[in-house]
């Protein structure tokens, strides 16, 4: 049963970069039939997506967002992480980790960390 | 970017009863492969998003058969058959046809 759980600094000052990381159980961050990505949800409103990173290497980032992220592996530790450059107050959010999951096609969203709240303020 | 339009964004419910949610996309939601990526995902208070049905009408693993999804093209529904209490919570569209996004969310309420 697959499992991922958030954890990083629940503030961060702003310009500085956030930096999460999701620790997968239950298997390996390796098997492509996983699609690790990013998702955050400001308090009280809704959901946004980040981005998403194959363990092949490809991957996708929000348009909006793109230009400060970087979503990477580590299958030594069996992690991804998360890096968003240059934030501000408007990069408050609960940020969570999750997966797709391919089951004779892709499960877009199968599995949720239980999300870690980051603040941005000095 | 596809936008995704949800009606209504409040639904206070009898429970029992059947609810219903709708969700419009701004563009046509079929992949290249043929499939269509609309997922919709339940969120409770206090707790991460859950996925209930994806590719527009496959339930998700665990997920009560009180819970359907129609549609196509661009236009998709949520169907609950008989609301329990456990129902509360915010329900979301979304597409991942073209990168991702979401609808707004319908916040269910017991009345």
């Known amino acids: 049963h697959l499992q991922l759980q958030e954890s990083g600094p629940g503030q961060v000052k702003p310009s500085e970069t956030l930096s999460l990381t999701c620790t997968v159980s239950?298997?390996?961050?390796?098997?492509?039939?996983?699609?690790w990505g990013w998702f955050r949800q400001p308090p009280g409103k809704g959901l946004e997506w980040i981005g998403a990173?194959?363990?092949?290497?490809?991957?996708e980032y929000n348009p909006s967002l793109r230009s400060r992220v970087t979503i990477s592996l580590d299958t030594s530790k069996n992690q991804f992480s998360l890096s968003l450059s240059s934030v501000t107050a408007a990069d408050t959010a609960v940020y969570y980790c999750?997966?797709?999951?391919?089951?004779?096609?892709?499960?877009?969203?199968?599995?949720w960390g239980q999300g870690a709240l980051v603040t941005v303020s000095s | 970017e596809i936008v995704m339009t949800q009606t209504p964004l409040s639904l206070p419910v009898t429970l029992g009863q059947p609810a219903s949610i709708s969700c419009r996309s701004s563009?046509?939601?079929?992949?290249?492969?043929?499939?269509?990526?609309l997922s919709w995902l339940q969120q409770r208070p206090g707790q991460p998003p859950r996925l209930l049905i994806y590719?527009?009408?496959d339930r998700f693993s665990g997920v009560p058969d009180r819970f359907s999804g129609s549609g196509a093209g661009t236009d998709f529904t949520l169907k609950i058959s008989r609301v329990e209490a456990e129902d509360v919570g915010i329900y979301y569209c979304?597409?991942?046809?073209?990168?991702?996004?979401f609808g707004q969310g319908t916040k269910l309420e017991i009345q």
């Open positions: 979304m597409q991942a046809t073209q990168l991702r996004t």
């Open positions: 990173k194959f363990y092949s290497g490809s991957s």
């Open positions: 999750a997966s797709d999951i391919f089951r004779s096609d892709w499960c877009h969203g199968g599995q």
């Open positions: 239950g298997d390996s961050i390796s098997n492509n039939n996983y699609y």
């Open positions: 590719k527009v009408s």
């Open positions: 563009q046509s939601l079929v992949h290249s492969s043929g499939n269509t990526y």
